[in-house]
């Protein structure tokens, strides 16, 4: 979605032309949802409508209705031996040259759905934060990537708010409900003031630690002496990423976390009936 938004964002009348393939309608069994769409130009593409023989179809028939001047096209595709696949669902597609009326709409559909992505805050930008910077920065997210030390922080990936600040307190608590936190600092004590404030806020949807089982037990100890209540300090995920792979290596490691907050942090589209 950050390419399809990055691509909009250079389109212009002036520009080379440019083709929307939009799904418009889909029963059973399909690779994308409704609404999904990719754009198309001479030597280039970006998102996708779910692969297969669909996509490429696609591909190549925007591509044509680019050359031969086209507006639009329409086309119901059964997922099926007819198509090479066998998903079993239908799809109706349109593609359509783009014009600033349309490039008007999608903006308008991408920034809405922008602003329904939750906000990630991660606190760290040791080896294991850079690893996670780089996994999280393409998935549909807000993340807010803080660390009071510049030099950390590297390359900081596109779309990713990085904020040089020791004021975690200050940012921690201007996220909004429903908000996810994941803790990875130098400093064990710092971890524990961090979360100690998440889980005591209440509203947000995930509260990860990096860490051993054995940190996590001490940090249980020290929030029941602060008065914590049970099941907020239940509702703590340390280990985070714990998928029963025993690798340490930091890609490794943000690529398991990338993995359960798509499960258990990410909202799902709906799916066709």
Not at 77 to 104: H, K, N, S, W, Y
Not at 123 to 132: D, E, M
Request: aromatic residues 6%; charged residues 20%; glycine residues 10%.
């Amino acid at each position: 979605m950050k390419e399809l938004a990055a691509r909009l964002s250079e389109w212009s009348p002036d520009a080379p032309p440019v083709a929307c393939v939009q799904i418009m309608d889909v029963r059973g069994s399909t690779p994308r949802e409704s609404g999904a769409f990719m754009l198309i130009g001479e030597r280039w593409q970006a998102g996708t409508i779910g692969g297969g023989c669909l996509e490429w179809d696609c591909v190549h028939q925007a591509r044509t209705l680019l050359q031969t001047g086209e507006t639009n096209w329409s086309h119901r595709f059964v997922l099926g031996p007819e198509t090479g696949q066998c998903c079993g669902g239908r799809v109706d597609v349109r593609i359509t040259r783009m014009d600033a009326a349309l490039a008007a709409c999608l903006q308008q559909q991408l920034t809405g759905q922008q602003e329904a992505w939750p906000v990630l805050v991660l606190f760290g930008a040791g080896h294991v934060g850079r690893a996670l910077a780089r996994a999280l920065a393409p998935l549909p997210l807000r993340l807010i990537w803080v660390d009071p030390r510049a030099e950390e922080f590297g390359m900081v990936p596109e779309g990713v708010d990085a904020r040089v600040t020791s004021d975690w307190e200050h940012v921690l608590a201007e996220v909004p409900t429903g908000s996810g936190v994941l803790v990875l600092t130098p400093n064990h004590s710092l971890d524990a003031l961090i979360v100690a404030a998440a889980l005591d806020r209440g509203d947000l949807s995930y509260v990860g630690l990096i860490g051993s089982r054995t940190k996590r037990r001490r940090f249980e100890a020290s929030f029941r002496e602060i008065g914590l209540p049970e099941e907020r300090i239940a509702s703590l995920i340390c280990p985070i990423g714990d998928r029963g792979v025993r690798d340490k290596r930091p890609e490794i490691i943000a690529a398991l976390v990338a993995a359960e907050l798509i499960e258990r942090f990410l909202p799902h589209p709906p799916q066709a009936a």
